[in-house]
């Protein structure tokens, strides 16, 4: 800078320093102020000085301005968006100040006056592949695909989230046993609400599992499908049902998905959608047959027409994935897995260790069974502890599993907790921890270790593919998901193994478990 006294002239410092001013948008009293105090005329004359049009004309202070306070914006554009995938407040005040956004309540009070997240906030803190699909109103959608892609989070999450705020749509949130629901879908739904810091918007109620808009009283409704009575009786407080969004939609079954599209019918003129989500499974599946065969493309990994839209993505369309769970993700070296659970191709039956197996009604039978057999396989993080109660008939060669439990995190007095009701004072044999049949008998639990040796695993598995039929009950869910992926070991040309993958796994290893005393008393070959 000039002494005073001189003409001021400015360094190429000042000017940069200049440029990063009007980026934070500071006015052109503060840059007068902060340039050693110059007057508006001789920052006029410094600006044109220096800086010029396409025409080489120069430019005054408002153009001048208008080119470097734009580079801020755009800074501070992004600084909103990743402010807002935490702070929904902060990212609408960012946005009215600077960047001309207005709430829907300021246009025309269509969201009963309170404020709304602008659509261009929303596909900015979503991952890409879910953001474009943020106002579809398709009826069918399926989102399915690999794991970790964060199609929950960015679907049954952010976008649910975001439709409950402009306050038109009810949501019927389902998964095929009531159960399974709060630890999933529910816990999904209020960890997008408390992140975005949008929890002074919302009733939650724990206990009933409901989301209601205070503004709107529009609702998310939970609910399984087993639960005949809560099924008959849900009925959001304003309005019907404009949204069915169906989690693991592999675990239940076409005549399920039947029922559930009679509930879309009726009410007011909103769009009606049924939303699946889930990771593929075999191609035999309800689901494959009816939206898939013959219509999606394997290459593009996507399908839409009028009615229908479906989406596969994996862990790449995730952006928001560790170095290590990509790495995790990538190292799998299985290759059936990694196209099934990687990249989210749906699987075919050759590879798979059981065949033999159905899903059937066996509520009658598990009243009258005289002889239920426990098995139960416990859980080291991050596997789950998983418990089966089953029934054999050795004449007709059946075995009837009539129900599975199974938790993450679970304390053994938890499990005890969860177990004592089922097996009151029958004997559940488990896998040989001692320790936690030890303490599991302190509880009340009449656990006994199984007699795992070398060859128990090669064992237990012939003799349940010697079973002519495997019943499993529809509410087992967890036993079923794993009969439809546990398979057999690949070499690197696709050969397949005489040796299980052990994955997928846990509540297999207790039906083993449960049926030891039968096995041990036959000849497996």
């Not at 699987?347 to 260790?353: F, H």
């Not at 239920?372 to 418990?387: M, R, S």
């Amino acid at each position: 800078m000039a002494q005073k006294g001189k003409q001021v002239v400015w360094a190429e410092s000042d000017y940069k320093k200049f440029e990063s001013l009007c980026a934070i948008q500071c006015t052109q009293q503060e840059i007068c102020s902060i340039m050693e105090d110059i007057d508006h005329r001789t920052l006029a004359r410094l600006i044109a000085e220096r800086y010029f049009d396409e025409d080489g004309n120069p430019l005054d202070y408002a153009n001048a301005y208008k080119k470097y306070s734009a580079t801020g914006k755009a800074s501070l554009r992004r600084s909103q968006f990743k402010l807002a995938e935490k702070n929904a407040t902060m990212a609408i005040f960012l946005g009215k100040q600077y960047l001309g956004q207005r709430d829907a309540a300021d246009l025309d009070n269509a969201n009963h006056g309170m404020p709304i997240i602008p659509d261009a906030v929303w596909r900015e803190i979503m991952n890409p592949a879910y953001g474009e699909r943020l106002t579809d109103v398709r009826p069918t959608q399926i989102f399915f695909g690999g794991s970790s892609s964060g199609k929950s989070y960015g679907i049954l999450g952010q976008r649910t989230v975001r439709d409950m705020l402009l306050g038109e749509r009810n949501y019927l949130v389902l998964r095929k046993t009531a159960r399974t629901i709060r630890n999933s879908c529910y816990n999904e739904i209020r960890k997008c609400i408390t992140r975005m810091e949008l929890a002074d918007q919302f009733d939650i109620s724990k206990t009933d599992m409901v989301i209601t808009h205070k503004a709107s009283r529009r609702q998310i409704l939970f609910a399984g499908l087993d639960d005949v009575e809560k099924m008959k009786s849900v009925t959001p407080e304003c309005g019907v049902v404009t949204d069915i969004m169906v989690e693991e939609a592999t675990e239940i079954d076409y005549p399920d998905y039947k029922q559930l599209l009679k509930r879309l019918r009726g009410g007011d003129d909103t769009p009606k959608r049924m939303i699946l989500l889930f990771n593929p499974v075999l191609q035999d599946h309800w689901i494959y047959r009816e939206f898939f065969a013959g219509k999606f493309d394997e290459v593009k990994g996507e399908y839409y027409d009028d009615n229908l839209l479906i989406l596969r993505t994996t862990y790449k369309d995730n952006r928001f994935l560790t170095k290590e769970d990509i790495e995790r993700l990538e190292n799998e070296s299985d290759k059936y897995y990694y196209d099934v659970y990687t990249l989210g191709h749906w699987g075919v039956l050759g590879r798979l260790i059981f065949t033999n197996w159905e899903i059937k009604d066996l509520t009658e039978r598990a009243q009258s069974e005289a002889r239920p057999k426990n098995g139960l396989d416990f859980g080291f993080f991050p596997d789950p502890n998983a418990f089966v109660r089953c029934g054999l008939d050795k004449r007709k060669m059946e075995v009837y599993v009539y129900r599975t439990e199974g938790a993450n995190y679970q304390d053994n007095r938890a499990l005890a907790d969860m177990l004592l009701p089922i097996v009151k004072h029958e004997v559940v044999t488990s896998d040989n921890d001692m320790l936690n049949i030890q303490e599991l008998n302190s509880f009340g639990i009449r656990a006994i270790p199984a007699r795992k040796g070398p060859s128990s695993v090669e064992f237990g598995i012939k003799y349940l593919k010697r079973m002519k039929h495997i019943y499993i009950d529809p509410s087992c869910i967890d036993l079923v998901r794993e009969m439809r992926m546990y398979k057999y070991k690949e070499d690197r040309d696709g050969n397949i193994l005489p040796e299980p993958v052990d994955k997928d796994n846990h509540w297999i290893d207790a039906l083993r478990y449960a049926l030891e005393e039968a096995m041990l008393e036959t000849k497996v070959s």
